[in-house]
């Protein structure tokens, strides 16, 4: 199951959030911002002992005060205009995410519109390939058997939900 919600990600009392992080995991702004100030300063303690993320990878760390136990950290790509794998990066932010919930029994996961506020990816191709890889994974391996996007704003809602509705 996809749903997409419209919601502050910080609020959502699931098992694991999805952090749009960057590759020093040392927190930002944006989304990343958001749940570093809602998780508390636990949260970058542990990120500093894991050192860092690669791009299209993910991590996992406690949720410390937030209503999510834990908390995958996925580093999305900053578009360079399409020619440097951005979309394979960011199917992989998916699928890593996913790999490291169901290796830990997460029964549901909230996912931000990774790459798509500070590092620029267009929003109809960002959602396409969200939608595309969340779907095969569930196709696929039949869990999370919650999944969530969580849509800040009208664009983002706008891009995810035609997205959705081109998989069936
Ligand atoms: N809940 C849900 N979605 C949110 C929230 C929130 N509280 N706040 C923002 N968004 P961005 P990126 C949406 O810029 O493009 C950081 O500085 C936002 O509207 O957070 O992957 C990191 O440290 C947008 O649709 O992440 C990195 O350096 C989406 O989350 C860099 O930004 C992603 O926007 C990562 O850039």
Same mark, same amino acid.
């Given at each position: *199951?996809?749903? $997409?919600?419209? #919601?502050?990600?910080?609020?959502?009392?699931? %098992?694991?959030?999805?952090?749009?992080?960057?590759?020093?995991? $040392?927190?930002?702004?944006?989304? %990343?911002?958001?749940?570093?100030?809602?998780?508390?300063?636990?949260?970058?303690?542990?990120?500093?002992?894991?050192?860092?993320?690669?791009?299209?990878?993910?991590? *996992?760390?406690?949720?410390?005060?937030?209503?999510?136990?834990?908390?995958?950290?996925?580093?999305?790509?900053?578009?360079?205009?399409?020619?440097?794998?951005?979309? $394979?990066?960011?199917?992989?932010?998916?699928?890593?995410? $996913?790999?490291?919930?169901?290796?830990?029994?997460?029964?549901?996961?909230?996912?931000?519109?990774?790459?798509?506020?500070?590092?620029?990816?267009?929003? %109809?191709?960002?959602?396409?390939?969200? *939608? #595309?890889?969340?779907?095969?994974?569930? #196709?696929?391996?039949?869990?999370?058997?919650?999944?969530?996007?969580?849509?800040?704003?009208?664009?983002?809602?706008?891009?995810?939900?035609?997205?959705?509705?081109?998989? %069936?």
């Amino acid at each position: *199951m996809i749903k $997409l919600i419209s #919601d502050d990600i910080t609020t959502l009392k699931v %098992d694991a959030i999805v952090n749009a992080a960057n590759e020093s995991l $040392l927190g930002g702004g944006g989304v %990343d911002g958001a749940i570093h100030r809602a998780a508390g300063p636990e949260l970058l303690e542990e990120c500093k002992k894991i050192g860092g993320c690669k791009t299209g990878n993910a991590v *996992m760390t406690r949720g410390y005060n937030l209503p999510a136990k834990f908390v995958i950290h996925t580093v999305g790509p900053i578009w360079k205009g399409g020619g440097n794998n951005e979309h $394979l990066f960011l199917a992989s932010c998916y699928r890593r995410s $996913l790999e490291l919930a169901i290796a830990n029994n997460i029964n549901s996961i909230a996912f931000p519109a990774i790459s798509c506020g500070a590092y620029g990816f267009p929003l %109809d191709e960002a959602a396409d390939t969200a *939608m #595309d890889t969340l779907q095969s994974f569930l #196709d696929k391996n039949g869990k999370p058997a919650e999944v969530y996007v969580v849509c800040f704003d009208a664009r983002v809602r706008a891009a995810f939900t035609q997205a959705l509705q081109e998989l %069936d």
